[in-house]
């Protein structure tokens, strides 16, 4: 077997199979099982795991699911796919194209075989994080190292560094905004950024997730310079009774409504592909949590997923990363 060509595969955190509360069981239980993303433990952790947020939390997540799954299935997955193929038509016969999930299907084992199997001798691991955290881009270089220890013959890797700061990424972003903003039937007074939130614990311990959330904040307000526009930042999906990192995305927005914020619209820039977090917590039950509390008009705008603007930043970051290689 030759091991001459290149390989990128493209790494996104997971999604069930099913919009069901079994599929939901298997996703929550490798995902809550990664000593990445609960550092409780396991001796603590698995009872409660086991015993309580396995029985009561998959038929209410199999619910929320359920509002947004797509013919394609879910929407990370349906997404992500996508941009792998839309980057696959870029680099064309330069390079092979896949992707895969963290926890759940396909997993990153299956797809660094099957680059291997088609002759990627080189491959470029690109987590789709542009923060970088050690419960996302390590835990995904863990689950590659797992892989990778288990072959005889190993490939040679590159790993795509946390974005957050780059030109590309923050001009990728200012220029999708912008458009999905001038799209909307109202002008919003607020927009906030809403990136998905850490244990406070995890940025006392030195993790840099909080500090790159606030860098790409800065720098996209900094981009968009809308004196029309308050932008805020906030993080979302709280779990569990740890302290999260604050504010909190719900928070802000009943907060907003209240001191009499009428008009909002919400984005985050820290997700690549849009998920149950940005279309069922942002899109759904935001909407409703700004709306009750007294706003009128909202909106969510949507990942940066396969535009032109993001496909190109992407694209400009992988053949980055190839230099020397291609």
């Not at 609960?38 to 795991?49: A, C, G, T």
Request: charged share 20%; proline share 6%.
């Amino acid at each position: 077997m030759t091991a001459h060509r290149i390989g990128v595969l493209l790494v996104n955190l997971g999604t069930p199979d099913a919009p069901t509360p079994q599929a939901v069981r298997r996703y929550l239980a490798e995902f809550l099982s990664d000593r990445r993303v609960v550092e409780i433990p396991p001796l603590v952790w698995q009872p409660i795991l086991r015993g309580v947020i396995l029985n009561t939390r998959p038929k209410k997540s199999a619910h929320a699911y359920g509002l947004v799954w797509t013919e394609e299935g879910s929407p990370l997955a349906a997404i992500t796919r996508a941009q792998a193929e839309g980057l696959q038509a870029r680099l064309g016969a330069e390079a092979t194209v896949r992707w895969a999930m963290r926890y759940g299907n396909p997993s990153i084992a299956a797809e660094l075989d099957k680059l291997q199997a088609e002759g990627c001798g080189r491959i470029l691991i690109a987590p789709l994080y542009p923060q970088y955290s050690g419960a996302t881009t390590a835990s995904a270089m863990d689950a590659v190292g797992a892989a990778l220890g288990k072959l005889r013959w190993q490939p040679a890797i590159r790993t795509l560094p946390a974005y957050y700061d780059d030109p590309a990424h923050i001009a990728a972003l200012k220029a999708d905004i912008e458009r999905q903003l001038a799209a909307l039937p109202f002008a919003p007074e607020v927009l906030l950024l809403s990136f998905h939130g850490m244990p406070e614990r995890t940025h006392t311990l030195g993790d840099p997730y909080y500090a790159q959330c606030l860098e790409t904040a800065r720098l996209l307000g900094e981009g968009l310079a809308r004196k029309d526009l308050r932008i805020e930042t906030s993080f979302q999906s709280r779990f569990g009774r740890a302290k999260w990192l604050e504010p909190a995305t719900d928070v802000v927005l009943a907060a907003e409504a209240v001191k009499g914020t009428r008009r909002l619209a919400v984005v985050a820039p820290g997700f690549s592909a849009d998920c149950l977090e940005t279309r069922e917590e942002l899109a759904i039950r935001g909407r409703e949590q700004f709306l009750a509390a007294g706003g009128s008009d909202y909106a969510t705008l949507d990942c940066l997923n396969v535009t032109d603007a993001g496909m190109a930043m992407l694209e400009s970051l992988v053949r980055r990363e190839l230099s020397g290689w291609l």
